[in-house]
């Protein structure tokens, strides 16, 4: 059986199970969180679509706990697809890890073999490849928030080389056709602007979420473009949207924004995280 073992388990969150309850928890109650830890029962409503940041938990976190808590008002997911972009350039153009495992702290998760290969069939663009997600984060910080949200679940992790318009918007399509009438959450997986001031980030960051709560992908990309907005998975947040917009998705709402200089006091030089949600209308 394939199994993928973390690659950043001990750098952007506690390398053990118990340290690792206890940090997310902490995500969850912290004064730049939502300051509740999720119950254990589930809503009624039709499954969402959520944005979250891939950063250490110290710093985005408690940003990222925002989104995994409002899943729980609604049904619980049978499956989840995770879009993440491509850090390091390892691999193919997008790509699906083929089947197996991915290994946390918190213990295994399956791959949705079944879902994996019907998405892949949709486009050309997709490859089955396990080289591409070897050492990228982007995906892998979701899976303990959603274990410790879900308990056990399948998922689909698609890592996104190839962030430009005409792919994402393919990506997104086949997402689209690929979840159907399930109820299949979806994961995009992007940090916000890096390495500049505090204010300016918040400043750039809120132009990208103004397009992104109203499911502009188009004038997303050109706020991106114009303003020279370093969000590093653009494309995931455009496959959603436009997955999200076929599924009867109208809004956005954004959840929390914040910086990495709200957790480590340094206002110089951060990077800016965000949290939406999106309410689908499956058909």
């Known amino acids: 059986m394939r199994r993928r073992k973390p690659a950043v388990a001990g750098l952007f969150y506690a390398g053990r199970r118990e340290e690792l309850l206890k940090q997310i928890e902490r995500c969850f109650l912290s004064p730049l969180g939502p300051r509740a830890l999720p119950g254990e029962g589930w809503g009624v409503g039709k499954v969402p679509a959520i944005i979250s ?3 250490g938990y110290m710093y985005s976190g408690p940003v ?3 989104g995994f808590l409002a899943i729980k008002k609604y049904s619980k997911p049978d499956s989840v697809i995770i879009l993440g972009p491509n850090h390091y350039g390892i691999g193919t153009v997008v790509s699906i890890y083929p089947g197996g495992v991915w290994t946390t702290p918190l213990g295994d998760v399956e791959i949705d ?6 998405l892949a069939s949709l486009s050309e663009l997709f490859y089955l ?3 591409s997600h070897s050492r990228e984060h982007s995906i892998e910080v979701q899976i303990p928030f959603l274990q410790y949200v879900c308990g056990s679940f399948k998922f689909v992790p698609v890592c996104i080389n190839d962030q430009s318009l005409e792919t994402c918007v393919e990506i997104g399509r086949a997402v689209y056709e690929a979840v159907g009438d399930r109820n299949v959450l979806i994961v995009a997986s992007s ?12 400043e750039k960051d809120r132009k990208a979420l103004e397009r992104i709560t109203s499911l502009d992908v188009e004038g997303m990309y050109k706020v991106i473009e114009k303003h020279d907005i370093t969000m590093c998975g653009y494309g995931a947040v455009a496959a959603l949207l436009t997955a999200a917009r076929m599924l009867g ?5 954004l959840l929390k924004q914040a910086t990495s200089g709200d957790t480590s006091g340094d206002y110089d030089s951060v990077v800016g ?3 939406c949600l999106i309410e689908l209308d499956r058909v």
């Open 113 to 118: 073999e079944k879902l994996a290969q019907r």
């Open 53 to 55: 940041p891939h950063a």
């Open 129 to 131: 490849d396990e080289e």
């Open 191 to 202: 940090d916000f602007t890096h390495y500049e001031p505090h204010e300016r980030v918040l």
């Open 64 to 66: 990222a706990a925002y």
């Open 273 to 275: 995280y965000a949290s």
């Open 249 to 253: 998705g109208v809004e956005a709402r």
